[in-house]
């Protein structure tokens, strides 16, 4: 693979771009709430490293392996992170409610289902079996997180549930940066093993890590910044509601009794 | 042929995945600037007097004497179906209400998915009273139906309002002569 010196370019300011960010969610105690995102931007520059020094010295072979390898990681950690966005915001206090877990299982299961399907109906024109792997695996990773994301988004609005200020920008991110990845990987799709030399994926493949270098941009400033605390309700009020509900479950229970003998 | 129908698939896709992500921040965008006359200005029109003597009679407070309704004037008092059917999207509104407190009291959240579980059962109930009614039982089933839907919808309200009265959130007022 040769690289330009656009491509050099991304690359560094990339990796500078994680390192900041890296900094900021340790300096400003960000890794403690978001780990798997932390792990993510970790692996980044960690990968950033591995891949320099493995397209320098290694061989195509142990490239290839490394970079799929590494992706794999990249996808999990993608996936942990959308579990760690979803339980923020779908169980803040605690435990989910029965109902939730459910919806967001399906939601999870239906996302899968369908980034399968479309990724079934990408035909690469590809000449290896393994290219034909890459590209398809950059496609329905990219499909799911998109998937993921926007799911999220109607499920919370449904339910009335807030996004707190880190957790909706590190989602926007991801989200808007997954949901262009489609382009991206449905023109390497599309073009197959050629693509990548193709003049049309080439722009949209450096475009990808424009926009990519911007959230890494958006993230740092945005996690820097506080967030407002929330307020806490008296302990009197908690007892008191609690009560109430009580008393409410008593006579629903009486509803189902009623409803069993009828 | 394939590639074709990818990428049309594809365009599709991304089409529906951004129709989906716009509809919803635009509603929230659009609960959160008008949240509070929209949210008062969905509750239907019942006989708030009516459905509170309704539920005491059935709830016995403390110091309230029994008024033992008979079955009619609970239909009667209710509003048949036409009053549980305003009952049950009144719930939802209730469940917003709580969710509105979230914006500044995330715990708000316990409230919230309390009542969003009761709401859930009592639109439950009522769809079975709707079958009933449907097959020419609901006289006989309504009264022990409907006053438990009402009296779990009265206790939903007076757990807002002890909710917003705690907080004091400026609205409370206005809820108290809404609810």
């Known amino acids: 693979m040769r690289l330009t010196g656009v491509d050099n370019l991304l690359w560094a300011l990339g990796f500078i771009g994680h390192l900041v960010l890296l900094s900021v969610l340790v300096l400003r105690r960000r890794a403690r709430s978001f780990p798997a995102f932390t792990g993510l931007i970790s692996l980044s520059i960690c990968r950033t490293v591995v891949l320099f020094f493995t397209l320098r010295l290694g061989t195509a072979e142990s490239y290839f392996y490394t970079y799929w390898t590494l992706a794999i990681v990249d996808v999990g950690l993608q996936l942990a992170i959308?579990?760690?966005?979803?339980?923020?915001?779908?169980?803040?206090?605690?435990?989910?409610?029965?109902?939730?877990?459910?919806?967001?299982?399906w939601i999870a299961a239906a996302s899968v289902a369908f980034a399968a399907g479309m990724t079934w109906l990408a035909a690469p024109p590809t000449r290896t079996l393994r290219m034909a792997i890459v590209i398809r695996g950059d496609f329905f990773a990219s499909a799911l997180m998109s998937e993921i994301f926007v799911a999220m988004v109607a499920l919370s609005v449904t339910l009335g549930l807030p996004w707190r200020t880190h957790v909706a920008r590190i989602a926007q991110g991801l989200g808007v940066y997954s949901l262009y990845g489609i382009f991206t990987a449905a023109a390497q799709s599309y073009f197959g093993s050629g693509g990548l030399t193709h003049g049309t994926y080439t722009l949209l493949s450096r475009l990808e890590g424009a926009l990519y270098l911007g959230c890494i941009a958006f993230w740092s400033v945005t996690l820097a910044r506080k967030e407002p605390e929330p307020r806490k309700m008296p302990e009197q009020l908690h007892d008191e509601l609690r009560r109430l509900q009580g008393r409410a479950a008593l006579m629903l229970k009486s509803l189902r009794a009623q409803g069993s003998e009828s | 042929m394939r590639e074709m129908v990818f990428l049309a698939a594809t365009g599709v896709f991304v089409t529906a995945l951004l129709g989906v992500a716009t509809y919803f921040l635009l509603r929230a965008r659009r609960i959160s600037r008008d949240a509070w006359s929209s949210l008062l200005g969905r509750l239907k029109q019942i006989d708030r007097e009516k459905f509170t003597r309704v539920a005491l009679d059935l709830l016995d407070d403390d110091g309230l004497q029994r008024e033992h309704?008979?079955?009619?004037?609970i239909f009667e008092m209710i509003g048949g179906m036409n009053g549980l059917d305003a009952l049950e999207e009144n719930c939802d509104v209730l469940v917003d209400l709580a969710a509105y407190v979230q914006r500044w009291y995330p715990e708000a959240l316990l409230l919230a998915e309390d009542l969003r579980l009761n709401a859930r059962e009592i639109k439950w109930h009522i769809g079975r009273l709707r079958g009933a009614s449907q097959t020419g039982h609901l006289r006989e089933q309504f009264p022990m139906y409907a006053q438990r839907a009402v009296a779990t919808y009265y206790l939903m309200t007076r757990s807002l309002l002890v909710l917003y009265e705690g907080v004091r959130l400026p609205e409370f007022a206005e809820l108290q002569h809404a609810i």
């Open chain 1, 82 to 105: 959308a579990y760690e966005l979803a339980s923020k915001v779908f169980r803040p206090l605690g435990p989910w409610a029965p109902d939730v877990s459910r919806s967001f299982l």
């Open chain 2, 69 to 73: 309704l008979d079955p009619e004037t």
